[in-house]
């Protein structure tokens, strides 16, 4: 069964940073891309970057945003910065065991991951 579990999250002020972590297990961690989603009260999940042999990022987002992965670890890293009150959300981490494509469209999908972690609260107060 794998599991993903995702800690990091809290309450910052508008302009300071975190850095979010999402632990893997029970699968081999090198072999899935991984992507950061998250989740505003009242809106639908997006795409915040994936990584798999490149990176990806959604539009908002770049520049501020640095997704990473440790395998020997087997955690996924999204470090934010410049945070902006807009950027309150759930996050979550996704795994994608497939890796069918190398696109931004492709990793914004939710249908391209076969897991799912159950999210980190990430308050940014202005």
């Known amino acids: 069964q794998v599991q993903l579990v995702e800690s990091g999250g809290g309450l910052v002020q508008a302009g300071g940073s975190l850095r979010l972590s999402c632990a893997a297990s029970g699968h081999t961690f090198s072999n899935y891309a991984m992507g950061w989603f998250r989740q505003a009260p009242g809106k639908g999940r997006e795409l915040v970057a994936a990584?798999?042999?490149?990176?990806f990022y959604e539009g908002s987002v770049k520049g501020r945003v640095t997704i990473s992965r440790d395998n020997a670890k087997n955690t996924v890293y999204l470090q934010m910065n410049s945070l902006k009150p807009e950027d309150t959300a759930v996050y979550y981490c996704a795994a994608d065991s497939h890796r069918l494509y190398q696109s931004v469209y492709y990793y914004s999908m939710e249908r391209t991951y076969d897991y799912w972690g159950q999210g980190t609260q990430v308050t940014v107060s202005s």
């Open positions: 990584i798999n042999w490149s990176t």
